[in-house]
């Protein structure tokens, strides 16, 4: 099956700085999804964006389908961006089964 | 409008008991999902339905079992809890809309 790979694991920024998370899928996608869970596991839809590009007030993805790869840009992070930021794909039988990254795992500190 | 709600928000079971946990949305979503996550882990999907009456396997279905009888509920029955089964429980409906979770320990 396709798998999802995320980089990096985890990320400590100091607030107001800029990150750039990477999701990298080994086949072919037409449903691609970001998200992020806060610290308190309430898991928010960001961008759904098989291919690319899309902002959201302070955030921005890019997916390049051809290269098999997808761009979580954050700019002036806030502590309130903290959590973790995961990918999901589109199953290549069916696109509206996810699979799953293991997340980046990002700390904005004050 | 609620969005996705969940019951309950914590459960301790014990092994080989049973329970259900609830899932019910507004947005009349037709499809719905069942995920479970493990500390440190992604979601992995259980099951999932399309529509009322239509249900299908998930990456991990084994020791679970839902039903779809309307398009609002999608509830996820846990058969002879297993220590293994100690998770997160998510719902969700299409697009990406979450349930707030369930936290089940089995002991």
């Known amino acids: 099956g396709i798998q999802v790979e995320q980089s990096p694991p985890d990320l400590i920024l100091q607030e107001g700085a800029n990150s750039t998370l990477r999701c990298n899928f080994s086949?072919?996608?037409?449903?691609l999804q970001w998200f992020h869970q806060n610290p308190w596991g309430q898991l928010i839809n960001l961008f759904y964006?098989?291919?690319?590009?899309k902002q959201n007030g302070r955030l921005s993805a890019t997916t390049v389908a051809t290269e098999r790869y997808s761009l979580l840009y954050i700019s002036s992070s806030q502590t309130t961006d903290s959590g973790v930021y995961f990918c999901?794909?589109?199953?290549?039988?069916?696109?509206?089964?996810?699979?799953w990254g293991l997340g980046t795992s990002l700390a904005v500190n004050p | 409008n609620a969005g996705v709600t969940q019951t309950p928000k914590f459960r301790i079971l014990k092994i080989g008991q049973s329970m259900t946990l609830q899932c019910t949305q507004d947005m009349n979503h037709n499809y719905m999902y069942w995920y479970r996550q493990d500390p440190g882990m992604g979601l992995k999907l259980i099951y999932y339905s399309v529509g009322a009456g239509i249900t299908d396997k998930g990456e991990v279905p084994n020791g679970y079992n839902v039903s779809r009888s309307t398009t609002e509920d999608f509830p996820l029955r846990l058969e002879l809890a297993a220590p293994s089964q100690t998770s997160v429980y998510f719902c969700a409906t299409d697009l990406g809309y979450f349930g707030p979770g369930t936290r089940l320990t089995v002991t």
């Open positions: 086949d072919s996608v037409n449903n």
């Open positions: 999901a794909v589109g199953d290549a039988g069916n696109n509206r089964k996810l699979i």
């Open positions: 964006i098989p291919s690319g590009t």
